[in-house]
């Protein structure tokens, strides 16, 4: 089984591209999903955090704020370090055990957004950057996430820049022209079915 590793900059995009890569029944791994899981009330991510942060980062529903939390990170590179160090191996652990349900199928997805940030390039065998330019990052991450643009360049700028991600690449999407999305992901297709069967 062929590993895709597809990551890109906040906002390129990403959950849009593999939606359209399930069009063609390929198993998706979101590591987003993944770590949004262990935040929740009860998980190993959500204790450690409530411990280390105080209760105030809890909401009334027992939900951790994640806005508050976010704020927390972007402006204070020790927490934000803290942060990955405590549930950067959950989540690896939880993705490993998720790609090795599908060891049937010809490729996988496995959406990984701190892909090269991380150890976790060790986990696919072809890395996939979406290519997208950084002014349609902060619009969409303004609208998305209701921040202002300080706040918006602050998160890209704690990623590696679009241009170090496709030197690393081995496939790159093209995520700026949404009526082209749909042949570039065709194609990839079929490229990786090709790739999985030699």
């Known amino acids: 089984?062929?590993?895709?590793?597809?990551?890109?900059?906040?906002?390129s995009g990403k959950t849009r591209i593999s939606d359209l890569f399930s069009q063609f029944e390929t198993p998706i791994i979101d590591t987003d999903i993944i770590s949004r899981k262990t935040l929740e009330p009860g998980q190993k991510g959500y204790l450690a955090i409530v411990n280390h942060f105080?209760?105030?980062?809890?909401?009334?529903?027992?939900?951790?704020?994640?806005?508050?939390?976010?704020q927390l990170i972007?402006?204070?590179?020790?927490?934000?370090?803290?942060?990955e160090s405590e549930l950067h191996p959950i989540i690896f652990?939880?993705?490993?055990?998720?790609?090795?349900?599908?060891?049937?199928?010809?490729?996988?997805v496995v959406v990984i957004p701190l892909l090269f940030e991380t150890n976790f390039s060790q986990l696919v065998d072809r890395v996939l950057v979406i290519d997208c330019v950084a002014s349609t990052q902060?619009?969409?991450?303004?609208?998305?996430?209701?921040?202002?643009?300080?706040?918006?360049?602050k998160m890209i700028d704690h990623q590696w820049s679009n241009q170090k991600r496709i030197n690393h690449a081995d496939d790159i999407i093209q995520n700026n022209d949404v009526e082209d999305l749909n042949d570039?992901?065709?194609?990839?297709?079929?490229?990786?079915?090709?790739?999985?069967?030699l």
């Open 54 to 70: 105080g209760t105030h980062i809890v909401q009334n529903d027992n939900q951790i704020d994640r806005r508050t939390l976010r």
């Open 1 to 11: 089984m062929l590993k895709i590793g597809l990551t890109g900059g906040i906002a």
């Open 74 to 83: 972007f402006n204070d590179i020790a927490a934000k370090q803290w942060l």
């Open 184 to 197: 570039q992901i065709r194609s990839l297709h079929q490229k990786y079915l090709a790739i999985s069967n």
């Open 93 to 108: 652990e939880q993705t490993q055990h998720q790609i090795s349900q599908y060891d049937k199928h010809s490729y996988i």
């Open 138 to 153: 902060i619009e969409r991450l303004i609208l998305r996430d209701k921040i202002d643009a300080v706040l918006a360049q």
